[in-house]
């Protein structure tokens, strides 16, 4: 199925608009990135998985007041419990949080201080519904894995693409793909948003499928490359993405329908995974048009003002 007949966008005309819009969200999330570091002591807010602590979801017969439950915590003892509205609207149940803890004995005493702290000084009955508890030492090994997981798919990735096409395409697309993870992660910083497994497992996600996106065009841009050895490389490039646009479109269009309606009807539980896809997919289909491609034009330019030549590989023939 083809949606668009003879597109002829001059993608490559508009690089330096693609690249400013790059930068300003790049140095926008590596700003905010900075400036949790200074505060928290981490880049991004970092859920109970990461950090460790307790995590208590309680559901209240009637609307629950957070100022009062704060107040409630407070005069309890427990300080500093972050506090916030869990579920969608009715359902009157509440997340509350306590910091991490150095000493892991102290974890399992978290929920007892929060309940009696809700039965003593706050009249609305409760039920426990969940309790999350991490100790600090789980939490910064699965931070650390979180880390190299993602580390490995980009060099795993990098290594697959130097021996099925060549060494360029393979550092465009992990270019291309990085550039998804930093911004998608900046925007997690800007908007204050907790980093989860579950948001860990939508970044990987969209790792696998922004390099699938990308090895499509690059395998339209080989095969062009066969047959139209004369042409330009921009214009190649231009007609190689041109070609592959109604593709793109549906694919891309189609997968982020799912994960909005995802991050709209999926509730809380959800919204940190659906919310990193909902990104990484807008993102991820940009930079396959507006990163990874421009890369190869930059790289062959660059040899051929060097004079090594141009070495980008076409595909080979099919034998019949």
Same mark, same amino acid.
């Given at each position: 199925m083809e949606l668009f007949h003879g597109v002829n966008v001059d993608w490559l005309g508009k690089k330096w608009y693609f690249l400013g819009f790059s930068l300003i969200f790049s140095i926008a999330g590596i700003v905010s990135m900075g400036m949790h570091w200074a505060k928290i002591g981490s880049p991004v807010p970092l859920g109970v998985d990461f950090r460790g602590g307790t995590q208590i979801q309680v559901q209240f017969q009637q609307t629950p007041d957070a100022n009062l439950i704060r107040q409630?915590?407070?005069?309890?003892?427990?300080?500093?419990?972050?506090?916030?509205?869990?579920?969608?609207?009715?359902?009157?149940?509440?997340?509350? =949080?306590?910091?991490?803890q150095t000493n892991e004995a102290a974890l399992d005493a978290g929920r007892t201080q929060i309940e009696n702290a809700l039965r003593t000084h706050y009249n609305n009955p409760f039920t426990v519904r969940n309790v999350q508890v991490v100790g600090p030492t789980v939490g910064h090994q699965l931070e650390r894995q979180a880390g190299l997981a993602t580390l490995y798919s980009l060099l795993g990735m990098l290594i697959y693409l130097w021996f099925r096409?060549?060494?360029?395409?393979?550092?465009?697309?992990?270019?291309?793909?990085?550039?998804?993870?930093?911004?998608?992660?900046?925007i997690f910083a800007l908007l204050d948003k907790e980093i989860s497994l579950t948001v860990i497992a939508a970044i990987l996600t969209l790792v696998g499928y922004s390099m699938n996106d990308?090895?499509?065009?690059?395998?339209?841009?080989?095969?062009?490359?066969?047959?139209s050895r004369r042409e330009p490389l921009p214009?190649?490039?231009?007609?190689?993405?041109?070609?592959?646009?109604?593709?793109?479109?549906?694919?891309?269009?189609?997968?982020?329908?799912?994960?909005?309606?995802?991050?709209?009807?999926?509730?809380?539980v959800l919204n940190g995974f659906s919310f990193a896809l909902v990104v990484g997919i807008l993102i991820g289909t940009y930079s396959s048009i507006a990163v990874a491609?421009?890369?190869?034009?930059?790289?062959?330019?660059?040899? =051929?003002? =060097?004079?090594?030549?141009v070495a980008l590989p076409a595909a080979k023939r099919s034998k019949a």
């Open positions: 409630a915590t407070e005069a309890a003892g427990v300080r500093d419990a972050k506090i916030q509205t869990y579920g969608g609207g009715g359902t009157n149940e509440m997340l509350i =949080s306590l910091p991490e096409f060549q060494l360029i395409y393979g550092v465009a697309a992990v270019v291309a793909v990085f550039h998804d993870t930093l911004i998608t992660v900046g990308t090895i499509v065009v690059f395998d339209r841009i080989r095969e062009n490359l066969r047959l214009d190649l490039v231009n007609r190689s993405i041109n070609q592959t646009l109604s593709r793109t479109v549906l694919t891309s269009g189609l997968t982020f329908l799912t994960v909005l309606s995802l991050y709209i009807f999926g509730g809380q491609a421009p890369m190869l034009v930059a790289w062959q330019e660059w040899r =051929s003002g =060097s004079g090594k030549g």
